[in-house]
């Protein structure tokens, strides 16, 4: 089993920053994919950022060039550093990780993954 904790989110204004982290414990190594979702309020989850085994990264389109994920092996642990952050960002983020076969087009699909946190939100006010 792994469980994941993620911790970081908070209310925010528009233009800020804030760095979301997710602490895996449990049989994980790093033969795992990782990412982050969000689920916004009568919306879908959508994948936000995710890393392959191989270290290959991939974005939504809304994030790019604003969101970057990064994992420290040594820790266990993922981040989501989040800067400009638009009224839109506002959902409930949350940490998967998978060990199920991957391909780099499917790393932000909700499905793929097995393990999830429980969610820490994100608010940004305009």
């Known amino acids: 089993q792994v469980q994941l904790v993620e911790s970081g989110g908070g209310s925010v204004q528009a233009g800020g920053s804030l760095r979301l982290s997710c602490t895996a414990s449990?049989?994980?190594?790093?033969?795992?994919?990782m990412g982050w979702f969000r689920q916004a309020p009568e919306k879908e989850r959508e994948g936000v950022a995710a890393?392959?085994?191989?270290?290959?990264?991939r974005y939504t389109d809304s994030v790019m060039g604003r969101f970057t994920i990064s994992q420290d092996n040594a820790k266990n642990t993922l981040y989501l550093q989040m800067n400009s952050l638009k009224p839109e960002d506002t959902a409930m983020y949350y940490c998967?990780?998978?060990?199920?076969?991957?391909?780099?087009?499917?790393?932000?699909?909700?499905?793929?993954?097995?393990?999830w946190g429980q969610g820490t939100q994100v608010t940004v006010s305009s």
């Open positions: 449990g049989y994980i190594d790093s033969s795992y994919s």
């Open positions: 998967a990780a998978t060990a199920r076969y991957m391909l780099w087009g499917w790393l932000l699909l909700p499905a793929r993954y097995k393990y």
């Open positions: 890393i392959d085994s191989d270290g290959r990264v």
